[in-house]
């Protein structure tokens, strides 16, 4: 483990124009920047499938971001805007509440909250209509109200705006609805994208099948957390973010044929599978252990000597099996930082991440420390960073 946990370790100059702004038009055009074993190559995105080690299982992250920024007008003129954060009641599960029909409790970041006292919003789309209403002012949580017979997710869809990440500094525009989604996205609940799964197409996903390298899918709703800073100087005192994980039997057989050779696409992704692990750990030593993992787990709990992801995705099925359990639901705080052992991916797709952000903790634990070398790579050739940047091939 390093023996200085100084966050400003983390820092590097990023010029505001490598910052991209916007997409490319053609999502496989970006460019990829490949690193194995200290060796940097340039290629562009559509190169993907030959890149990969063959005989890999690309694991994909198949949240679908929902439209959470709802905007209210007051009778008096003011704007509010409610950002959906989480749900509440009557469940905090993400997945059950987009099926809802009616009404849903959610915690919600309230913009202009000084301008609304009391009383309820109204937003009106066509012929459907959104009520707002405090259930608890103080606690931020917001009673909401729709028309009968539509979904949640159906509600947003229509009456929501994309939740572009802050570091942009502009509003959604019509071409981010369908940009900030990866073309595989499947599974309403994320209110920011997985966005290393941005740059795949419909030709480069059928180029990988053809080239004989299996997917699975997996689900983590990525929450507004993931944008958090890292403000305190000793990084692991970090305040980690929960996200909601959902899986299917399925996604875990398939990881288990092909776990030795396993390509992560994004952190989300790998979070998924780390905290699989560690789940796994957790029931080789209670059976009836809940799927939380808490963001100093790994660094305290004691596994069996030899213990592989095998062992805990054999564990893991095995309780599914037991409870007749088709669709594991799971929390995470995972918080991947340098010393922490990666125990699943061999490799990984990344865009190029903020300085000081628990991101780029994550890639400087995958890569051991490499992460500067990468980044002064990338801003030398003029990669474009963030969100709607380009990407990377990170392989152990």
Avoid at 248 to 262: A, V
Avoid at 349 to 369: E, M, Q, R
Wanted: one cysteine or more; a neutral charge; aromatic letters at 10%.
């Amino acid at each position: 483990m390093p023996n200085d946990f100084n966050i400003e370790q983390y820092n590097y100059t990023l010029p505001e124009d490598k910052i991209a702004k916007y997409p490319l038009l053609q999502r496989d055009l970006s460019k990829l920047l490949r690193w194995e074993g200290g060796h940097i190559s340039h290629h562009t995105f559509s190169d993907a499938p030959h890149l990969i080690p063959e005989k890999s299982l690309l694991v994909f992250n198949d949240t679908r971001v929902i439209a959470a920024r709802l905007l209210f007008a007051k009778s008096t003129g003011a704007q509010i805007e409610l950002f959906l954060l989480h749900p509440e009641l009557p469940t905090r599960d993400i997945s059950e509440a987009m099926r809802l029909e009616n009404e849903a409790v959610w915690l919600c970041l309230v913009g202009n909250k000084k301008r609304w006292k009391e009383g309820q919003l109204m937003l009106t789309v066509g012929k459907h209509s959104v009520k707002a209403s405090y259930h608890d002012r103080e606690a931020n949580l917001i009673k909401l109200e729709w028309t009968a017979g539509i979904t949640f997710a159906e509600i947003v869809n229509l009456a929501g705006k994309t939740p572009l990440p802050p570091y942009l500094k502009r509003k959604a525009e019509a071409e981010d609805t369908t940009r900030y989604q990866t073309v595989y996205s499947k599974n309403h609940g994320a209110v920011a994208a997985p966005t290393a799964g941005l740059h795949f197409t419909e030709p480069v996903l059928a180029q990988l099948a053809r080239r004989g390298i299996a997917s699975a899918y997996l689900t983590l709703h990525v929450s507004a957390g993931t944008f958090k800073p890292v403000e305190s100087e000793d990084y692991r005192n970090h305040d980690m973010h929960c996200e909601q994980i959902v899986i299917h039997q399925t996604s875990l057989e398939n990881l288990l044929n092909h776990q030795k050779r396993i390509v992560a696409v994004g952190t989300t992704s790998l979070r998924i599978l780390e905290s699989l692990f560690w789940y796994g750990a957790m029931l080789s030593q209670n059976p009836q252990a809940h799927f939380f993992i808490d963001q100093d787990l790994p660094y305290h709990m004691e596994t069996n000597e030899g213990f592989a992801f095998s062992d805990a995705l054999h564990l893991i099925l095995a309780r599914m099996k037991a409870e007749n359990i088709r669709e594991l639901h799971g929390e995470t705080e995972i918080f991947i930082y340098p010393g922490y052992k990666i125990r699943t991916a061999t490799g990984l797709f990344t865009n190029f991440h903020l300085p000081k952000s628990t991101l780029l903790l994550l890639v400087s634990a995958f890569t051991d420390g490499a992460w500067k070398g990468i980044y002064h790579e990338a801003i030398a050739n003029d990669y474009r960073f963030l969100s709607y940047g380009d990407s990377s091939l990170l392989i152990r």
